[in-house]
């Protein structure tokens, strides 16, 4: 099946009920489809801390996990969450619990992770140091040549979000525009200009593929 048909029928939000993301992520995971990947999703289910909800949650159904099973017959998914979703068990599906509020945490989760990935999807809280945390410590871990992807850049959860860091999306333009990442905290931007050796390429989508809306999603390359 088609990966939007997939994401309808498991009730993902990257299907065409609402982001569409699986539109664009059909051109760029097909080649993928039928090959023994790794690939790593962060953020397993709606209604975390970022919506005001307990970390310790009662956590009940993985729907993009269950879409990428399928989609991908012969890859290994890891997940990735603040919250229990330890319960969830497939032959090839690996959970990390980690709160991805510090970078050490990350460093921690990622250290248990035999794989390194040819795909990684950053859909946890949407907090920008979360985003920022993650692409640090994970774009480490893509394969040459696999894919960093960070969703709903457009929204960031006022409960989490640290006032005056630079946002994600205009991280990124600051690198697509110039070459070099601008940030409010210059131990970061050092930090996110000391990986543009690693990067080919980026691009940001808007929200429906539309310019006039604001960016939604990243899409960054490892050289």
Known sequence: MNLTDLADRYKSDKGSKKHR???????????????????????????????????????????????????????????????????F???????????MDTRANIRAAAAGMSDSFDIIIDDASHASHHQQNGFLEL??????????IIEDLRWQPDVLEKPGITKT????????KSGVFSHSQPDIAASFNASRIDISGCFIFQAHFDKTRKDQVLVVQKR
Request: glycine fraction near 8%.
């Open 89 to 99: 068990e497939d032959e090839r599906f690996t959970f990390h619990r980690c709160d």
């Open 169 to 176: 999306a205009a991280l990124f333009q600051s690198y697509i």
């Open 139 to 148: 774009f480490g871990k893509v394969k040459s040549g696999g894919l960093y």
């Open 21 to 87: 993301y699986t539109e664009l992520y059909q051109l760029l995971f097909l080649p993928y489809r039928n090959l023994p990947i790794s690939f790593l999703e962060m953020g397993l289910q709606i209604g975390g801390p970022e919506h005001g909800k307990h970390a310790d949650r009662q956590t009940t159904d993985l729907p993009s996990i269950r879409m990428w099973l399928e989609y991908f017959p012969k890859a290994h998914i890891h997940g990735l969450d603040v919250s229990d979703f330890s319960w």
